[in-house]
């Protein structure tokens, strides 16, 4: 069984930081693609940052360049730097891994349960 554990969410003032991390455990063979999904009340989920393994990134345009996505594959682990946060970025923040299992010849897409973003004067 694989699973990812998020943590770091909480509560913030705007212009503040907060750094999310994102542990991925289990029979593990490979992690490609890790990311951070997002999903603010009433709204559809939405992607705010992906990491290939070897490092490409991809970001949404509302978080270009006040977030940063890293990982750290000998630990099986993605971050999210958050700085200049806004009052839009409240969420619940999802950490999403394409991950190869050991023993099988299919990829497998693992969510975690989320962790609560607030920016909030």
């Known amino acids: 069984q694989v699973r990812v554990v998020e943590s770091g969410g909480g509560l913030v003032q705007p212009g503040g930081s907060l750094r999310l991390s994102c542990a991925a455990s289990g029979y593990i063979f490979s992690i490609n693609t890790m990311g951070w999904y997002r999903q603010a009340p009433g709204k559809q989920r939405e992607l705010v940052a992906e990491i290939t393994r070897g490092g490409s990134t991809n970001y949404s345009d509302s978080v270009k360049g006040r977030f940063t996505i890293s990982r750290d594959n000998a630990k099986d682990t993605v971050y999210l730097q958050m700085n200049s946060l806004k009052l839009e970025d409240t969420a619940v923040y999802y950490c999403?891994?394409?991950?190869?299992?050991?023993?099988?010849?299919?990829?497998?897409?693992?969510w975690g349960q989320g962790t609560l973003v607030t920016v909030s004067l």
């Open positions: 999403n891994a394409v991950v190869r299992p050991v023993a099988t010849y299919r990829d497998l897409e693992v």
